[in-house]
């Protein structure tokens, strides 16, 4: 379905809807075709691996960034709307508004339409005991990763242009995240904030 009601809202069904739909992404040549085309025009040709992997993942980042528009969904109502839909519009030119549903669902299905390693994280920005000891769900991102290079370890950073210049302040505000990620075989992880428990970091370069 190119676009989803729904009027109670479940996190975690949100986060499987976004990567099932950002798989369907992958299915569709032309799509993929085209986006590979438009973001790998701003990485070099001689780059080697790691700064190519970088370098896709900045330019997803700014791509998203610069035609999207944040909007937030009517108050207690979901709306979801695939990569594909979103995709099109923005091919004709149009101007489009979403949530940080829709960012990280396109933002998800080209980084893997790009080859990036990447999942979906679902984060939680209240203290368990605050939420009775049950994670609640507030923002969903993309996470990706940076290859090792000039002497840096390789990490895992988040890809958000929904939030703009706050990702970063609101990634060193989560206090629970759940990992959505289908290419692993293992079922969704949990990740709760503890002393010493590393957090998601943020960068887009």
Not at 18 to 28: D, E, T, W
Not at 92 to 119: I, K, N, P, R
Not at 183 to 196: N, S
Request: aromatic share 8%; charged share 25%; glycine share 6%.
């Amino acid at each position: 379905m190119e676009v989803e009601r729904v009027e109670r809202v479940n996190p975690i069904q949100t986060g499987l809807r976004i990567a099932a739909s950002a798989l369907r992404f992958q299915h569709n040549l032309a799509y993929v075709n085209e986006c590979r085309l438009l973001v790998e025009q701003a990485i070099p040709e001689h780059e080697d691996l790691g700064h190519s992997v970088r370098s896709r993942i900045a330019a997803v980042h700014a791509f998203v960034s610069e035609k999207v528009t944040y909007i937030r969904d009517p108050k207690g109502i979901e709306l979801h709307y695939s990569p594909e839909r979103i995709y099109t519009r923005l091919l004709a030119g149009e101007s489009v508004l979403e949530d940080c549903d829709s960012f990280a669902s396109l933002t998800l299905a080209m980084l893997w339409a790009l080859g990036v390693q990447s999942y979906l994280v679902l984060a939680g920005y209240q203290p368990p005991e605050k939420t009775n000891g049950r994670p609640r769900y507030q923002h969903v991102f993309a996470q990706a990763y940076q290859p090792a290079i000039d002497g840096h370890h390789g990490r895992w950073v988040a890809v958000d242009p929904s939030l703009g210049k706050r990702a970063k302040e609101m990634c060193k505000r989560i206090h629970v995240a759940l990992i959505i990620d289908p290419f692993r075989r293992l079922p969704a992880k949990q990740m709760k904030k503890k002393k010493g428990t590393r957090r998601a970091s943020h960068s887009h370069h």
